[in-house]
């Protein structure tokens, strides 16, 4: 018998159990080995002002975990001694329409007047900053407080600090059904006073969730490319596109975002259209290797809000949904959800994630 049975080995569960450890005993479940799910195929952005258009719950709830990354990484690095990736170079956002410009240019203005640190930029000025970018540039603003970490390293990190801080991971494990105090795996049935659902985009499928989650599949497909060394520094947005540099050589483009169920494959249409933007942001590109394509399955709801705590059974738990903002969110949901399976209010309010909110169960 645990404290508590925490399901699903991302960067959610992962993040929860580690938490969690040292103030309760600690069981971790995955289906599959630590690390695989939607995680893996994450790009790794830490950005809560590049897509926000007012200052409503969801950005405060990502400018919270934001706040927090510098002491998440610099904790965990020094638990595991591993690199993680964390970098602090900033985001640049560029428009070469006008649509796209009217979009960066009000999100700039309201992001000025409410004190955040955000740049309008010159054509000449991102070239200095970045002097591959070749795209046309309308207008550029500049994020230099936004940050990027490398998620499966990360992943790996977590794994790693659950284990020095004596958690018991227990992988190949599917738990098809919960009830209060009770999961069961097959025939075998664990018991713990708190049970956290953390199983991504899969949460749906357990028996006995009460309400149900409502999370459903967008499928991102993503690739690298092997640039020269420091050939991009620097976070860039374009359209729906996105470059991540990492300092290991690799340019992350990303991503695709589709309504297609569970489907995995990567397909030409949509690894295509990145390679096709790449190519427009940088023209220098085109001849870098692909290094890798991959896919992940963003965990989504209704309202594209996470779904973060009590379910209508006791010591039930959820911290799922997290969408586009998983990797970023990991913090503040360790932070909330340790909180409320210690019987603590959350330092953070929660009403807007609640599970109750989709009116399906009876909470
Ligand atoms: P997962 O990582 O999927 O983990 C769930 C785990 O639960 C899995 O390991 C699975 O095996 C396990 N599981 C499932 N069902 C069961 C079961 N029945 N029994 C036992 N175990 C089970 N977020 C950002 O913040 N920044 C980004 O830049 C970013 N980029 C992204 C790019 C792409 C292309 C995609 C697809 C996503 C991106 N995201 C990003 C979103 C982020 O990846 C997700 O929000 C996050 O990974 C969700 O983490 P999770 O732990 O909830 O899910
Ligand atoms: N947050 C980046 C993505 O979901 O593609």
Not at 9 to 17: E, M, P, Y
Not at 64 to 83: I, K, R
Not at 239 to 246: A, H, K, L, Q
Not at 291 to 306: C, I, K, N
Request: glycine letters at 12%.
């Amino acid at each position: 018998m645990h404290d508590v049975i925490v399901i699903g080995g991302g960067v959610i569960g992962l993040s929860i159990a580690r938490e969690l450890a040292g103030r309760k005993s600690v069981l971790l479940l995955d289906r599959g080995s630590t690390g695989q799910g939607t995680s893996r195929a994450a790009a790794g952005m830490l950005t809560p002002l590049s897509e926000a258009d007012d200052q409503g719950p969801f950005f405060q709830l990502c400018r919270a975990s934001h706040a927090m990354y510098d002491g998440f990484v610099q904790d965990l690095q020094s638990e595991t001694g591993s690199d993680v990736g964390y970098s602090t170079d900033g985001l640049l956002c560029l428009s070469s329409s006008e649509d796209s410009a009217n979009v960066i240019q009000r999100r700039y203005e309201w992001q000025k007047n409410a004190g955040f640190d955000v740049q309008l930029l010159s054509a000449d000025a991102v070239h200095e900053m970045e002097p591959l970018v070749t795209v046309p540039i309308c207008t550029a603003v500049f994020i230099p407080g936004d940050r990027s970490v490398t998620p499966r390293r990360l992943v790996n990190a977590l794994r790693e600090a659950c284990f020095n801080r004596g958690v018991e991971i227990r992988t190949g494990l599917h738990v098809d059904s919960i009830a209060r105090n009770q999961v069961r795996v097959g025939k075998m049935i664990l018991e713990a006073a708190n049970i956290v659902i953390a199983s991504g985009v899969w949460s749906p499928e357990l028996s006995g969730l009460d309400p149900p989650i409502p999370v459903y599949p967008r499928k991102g497909q993503i690739l690298s490319l092997g640039m020269p060394a420091g050939a991009f520094r620097r976070m860039i947005r374009w359209g729906s596109s996105y470059f991540v540099p990492r300092s290991s050589g690799e340019l992350v483009v990303g991503a695709t975002n589709e309504d297609v169920g569970f489907d995995l494959s990567n397909t030409p249409a949509g690894l295509g259209r990145l390679l096709m933007d790449a190519q427009q942001i940088s023209s220098h590109v085109g001849a870098y290797p692909i290094l890798e394509t991959w896919t992940g399955l963003r965990p989504a709801t209704p309202d594209e809000l996470p779904i973060l705590g009590p379910s209508a059974i006791p010591g039930v738990y959820y911290a799922t949904g997290h969408y586009r903002n998983g990797v970023l969110l990991a913090p503040i949901t360790a932070a909330i959800v340790s909180d409320l399976v210690r019987g603590r209010k959350p330092g953070f309010a929660i009403d807007a994630y609640a599970p109750s909110r989709f009116g399906m169960g009876h909470v």
